[in-house]
């Protein structure tokens, strides 16, 4: 029990390190013993459904700089059957250094999917990044199946514009949580400002908005979408001056990154 404190205690000091995209110093037996204390999600709508089998926690497992065995957790969201993902370019950078010590080993991208016909979890390779706006397009494997009767296994985009104080969702993986969890809020602004930056001290501001939800870590790269299932943004940082609001960069940033690299994209009806 002891060691069990020891190791829980140097988790949760590692959760600082990122900031959607913790690296989590322990192995997997601790992540599920943690993740057993908190209750299942709500059964979601069926919109909430199909986005939901869209998205997948991201995770790098290896040795880091100290040899030790880490576990880095963000969240991706599919964009076609293609196996085409979007996700921030700080989760790829944070991923890189779990990794840093096993460089033929990649991103993997757990599925939401429950069924015995497809596997669990899929590598996934670098497509392309949009450093300015922090996004990064990832491509697993392989594709991924639609079986007949089945929602899509992935998230459509809205283009049109949506005005402050419309409601949104957002789902995806917060740290330590094994299965995707959904929040609602409201868009509370939408303007331009400087996104998580890597490397770069004052970043140019680029188009975003806010939302009055509490992400967690591990929340980087989680879709911001409507009730109609239409993502409209990707989740990026904590506001850093009021925590209880979160910012995300805008669809069309991740919209022409895709149209960049040729990865097909379906618009919300």
Not at 107 to 129: E, F, M, P, Q, Y
Not at 198 to 219: E, F, K, T, Y
Request: proline share 8%; glycine share 8%; hydrophobic share 40%.
């Amino acid at each position: 029990m002891d060691r069990l404190r020891q190791l829980a205690s140097a988790k949760a000091r590692s959760l600082g390190a990122f900031a959607f995209a913790p690296c989590l110093l322990a192995g997997f037996s601790l992540s599920f013993a943690a993740s057993a204390q908190v209750s299942g999600p709500p059964k979601p709508h069926p919109q909430d459904d199909r986005v939901s089998r869209a998205v997948v926690q991201l995770l790098a497992v290896g040795p880091a700089k100290q040899g030790e065995n880490q576990e880095c957790s963000a969240t991706g969201f599919f964009i076609n059957e293609d196996g085409f993902l979007i996700t921030n370019w700080h989760v790829v950078e944070a991923a890189k250094q779990c990794l840093e010590n096993a460089p033929e080993a990649k991103i993997l991208a757990k599925l939401t999917v429950n069924d015995a016909r497809i596997a669990s979890a899929v590598s996934c390779d670098l497509v392309g990044v949009d450093a300015a706006n922090d996004l990064a397009l990832l491509k697993a494997e392989r594709p991924l199946p639609a079986h007949a009767g089945d929602k899509p296994p992935y998230a459509v985009l809205e283009t049109r514009g949506v005005p402050a104080g419309s409601t949104v969702k957002v789902t995806g993986y917060p740290a330590l949580s094994w299965q995707p969890i959904t929040q609602t809020g409201r868009l509370v602004w939408l303007g331009r400002t400087r996104l998580e930056g890597i490397g770069d001290p004052q970043p140019s501001p680029s188009d975003a908005l806010m939302v009055d939800i509490r992400l967690r870590p591990g929340n980087s790269g989680s879709p911001v979408y409507l009730p109609n299932g239409g993502v409209i943004a990707i989740v990026d940082k904590r506001d850093s001056l009021r925590p209880e609001y979160s910012i995300a960069v805008s669809i069309h940033y991740a919209i022409e990154l895709a149209e960049r690299y040729g990865a097909r994209w379906r618009r919300a009806d």
